[in-house]
């Protein structure tokens, strides 16, 4: 089983090697060659590949908020926790939902303009007019969504013993420690490598650069991926399902995986990145959840490490 375990790490390790010698050699020419703004796969993902983080970090709160309604804490300790938890649970469905909604918009007005629907501003530097159906629209799917998801949550949580709900709580404090870690070190990268994205090249192939170089903050945040990295980070999932239900966990490797491949491929697909710069990001997500889990004595597929 460990010579198993070590066969997958390695695999991913020579995977990312050779995606990176692939980028160094061709993310031009592989840019040139796919890149379609008016991809409909490429703007599906962009419009709504972001939303595990808010998910992840949102089924954490309600773990702590579970956890204190069962534990012998004083009356204010108890309601301390569930004000931070609700406010903070709230927050990321809020979050999840402003960014469905500014991509989708975004995708709506370059439709009305005659322009590909998948060109975005992914660096936040332009300007763009919200219709006066957005705020109530995020309000109200924001309230819905943090209402259905408590109900889930709570379906969820209840028949958990001590144990488990014990197992539980340090899942969800790693759930902010991977979520958190994983985007810091994205950000950071963005802003020291200062890459520009293949969209911004289409008018001057001049600014294109490998992705070895650091040209420092410049306002370009190609280097790495975010929206492939964030994809990636549902592979914290499967540590929210009981570690003897090995088959669950499984299928949650596999479908998460998934995902994981079809947002970072589409981010090439739409000209947001270059192949190196989705390997990077994904393989940032990737081997934070895996640091994180080991950190919790537990493999994604429910086997323990100890």
């Known amino acids: 089983m460990n010579f198993i375990k070590e066969k ?14 692939i980028g ?12 379609n703004q008016g991809s409909l796969f490429g703007t599906f993902f962009q419009n709504y590949g972001l939303i595990f983080p ?25 309601g301390s926790i569930y004000v931070i938890a609700i406010i903070a649970g709230f927050y990321q469905i809020w979050q999840m939902v402003k960014i469905m909604l500014f991509y989708t918009v975004n995708s709506l007005n ?7 629907i998948g060109a975005a501003n992914n660096d936040g530097g332009g300007s763009m ?53 994983a985007n810091t070190i994205v950000d950071a990268m963005k802003n020291l490598w200062g890459r520009f994205r293949p969209y911004e090249l289409q008018s001057n192939l001049n600014n294109f ?12 945040k190609s280097f790495p991926s975010g929206h492939s990295e964030q994809a990636w980070l549902a592979l914290y999932l499967p540590l929210f399902v009981a570690p003897s239900n090995k088959k669950k966990r499984w299928n949650i490797v596999l479908l998460t995986s998934l995902f994981g491949c079809l947002v970072a491929w589409s981010r090439v697909r739409i000209g ?16 934070v959840v895996y640091v994180v ?3 919790l004595n537990q493999g994604l597929d429910g086997e323990d490490l100890s």
């Open 293 to 295: 889990a080991r950190l």
């Open 110 to 116: 370059n439709h009305q303009a005659n322009q590909p």
């Open 24 to 35: 160094g050699i061709g993310d031009k020419q592989i840019s040139q060659g796919i890149m």
């Open 209 to 220: 650069t490998n992705w070895w170089s650091i040209n420092g903050g410049n306002g370009h």
């Open 8 to 21: 997958r790490e390695l695999v991913t390790l020579v995977s990312l090697g050779i995606l990176l010698l």
């Open 272 to 287: 947001a990145h270059f192949l190196s710069d989705v390997a990077v990001g994904s393989v940032i997500a990737i081997f």
């Open 54 to 78: 808010g998910i992840i970090l949102f089924m954490a709160t309600q773990i702590f908020i579970y956890y204190a309604k069962k534990s012998d804490l004083p009356a204010f300790d108890k």
């Open 129 to 181: 007019s919200y219709p006066n159906w957005f705020f109530p629209v995020l309000v109200i799917l924001s309230f819905v969504l943090f209402v259905a998801g408590c109900q889930l949550c709570k379906r969820w949580l209840k028949g958990k013993n001590q144990q488990e709900l014990n197992r539980l709580l340090l899942v969800g404090l790693g759930a902010i420690v991977a979520v958190y870690t």
